[in-house]
């Protein structure tokens, strides 16, 4: 089962800020935070990736709190094309001989114009 | 920008008949995945392949499947023979040794009539 609690579905305005936050309580020393999101039907696009600093790309920035146990994924200027259902997911980095992900059921967000 | 590319992107077969599910992952990556994603449903993940061997399969990779890395480039899904409950959306993906991201190719829709 996927470790982590997210929002079932979110709204977001067209140019703003989208936040989305996920609960990893559970989460070990060595399990990285990973999010991916799956635009309809679409393959899984990942997004970023953090330990215990926050992180930003040309995609998103990712906010881990001190004690790790939540984060948050911020799109800074949401525009419709990230309407799409996005996946929080915590494992470590070689989880043994496979890589693999688990998924959860996400966040829809709805980009709204 | 590399890709991982999967044939076809749509497959209608009979109840009972074997499929043969096509993927070129990305050409430096070693690991390769197959997930499967039901409608409506989360993505699961299917099956892990490393040093042409599966490293880890979930218990939805029964009997009646199989991959294959018959060549250096493609990277196969067989199902022996389809049920209706088969029918969704496979998708494969890949990944580089340390890397943390996982590349997923567009999915091939699945059909069992």
């Known amino acids: 089962d996927a470790k982590t609690t997210q929002p079932p579905s979110m709204d977001c305005a067209e140019g703003r800020a989208a936040n989305l936050p996920c609960n990893h309580s559970?989460?070990?020393?060595?399990?990285?935070v990973y999010w991916y999101r799956q635009i309809h039907s679409q393959g899984p696009q990942y997004i970023i990736h953090?330990?215990?600093n926050n992180e930003t790309n040309e995609m998103a920035s990712l906010i881990i709190t001190e004690d790790r146990k939540s984060s948050t994924l911020i799109l800074p200027h949401a525009t419709l094309r990230d309407t799409a259902v996005y996946y929080c997911?915590?494992?470590?980095?070689?989880?043994?001989?496979?890589?693999?992900?688990?998924f959860g059921t996400g966040t829809l967000l709805a980009v709204q114009p | 920008e590399p890709e991982v590319t999967q044939t076809p992107s749509h497959q209608v077969t009979q109840m009972g008949q074997e499929v043969i599910l096509r993927c070129v992952p990305i050409?430096?990556?070693?690991?390769f995945y197959w997930y499967r994603q039901i409608l409506g449903q989360k993505v699961e993940f299917l099956v892990s392949?490393?040093?042409?061997?599966?490293?880890?399969k979930s218990e939805i990779f029964d009997d009646q499947f199989s991959v294959e890395r018959p060549d250096g480039s493609n990277f196969t899904l067989k199902i022996r023979s389809t049920k209706l409950e088969d029918s969704a959306m496979y998708f494969c993906?890949?990944?580089?040794?340390?890397?943390?991201?996982?590349?997923f190719g567009p999915g091939t829709r699945l059909t069992v009539l």
């Open positions: 559970t989460i070990s020393g060595n399990e990285y």
């Open positions: 050409s430096n990556h070693l690991y």
């Open positions: 997911i915590v494992r470590p980095l070689y989880g043994g001989a496979t890589n693999k992900l688990i």
């Open positions: 953090g330990l215990k």
């Open positions: 392949f490393y040093n042409n061997e599966i490293s880890e």
């Open positions: 993906a890949s990944i580089t040794t340390g890397g943390h991201e996982q590349f």
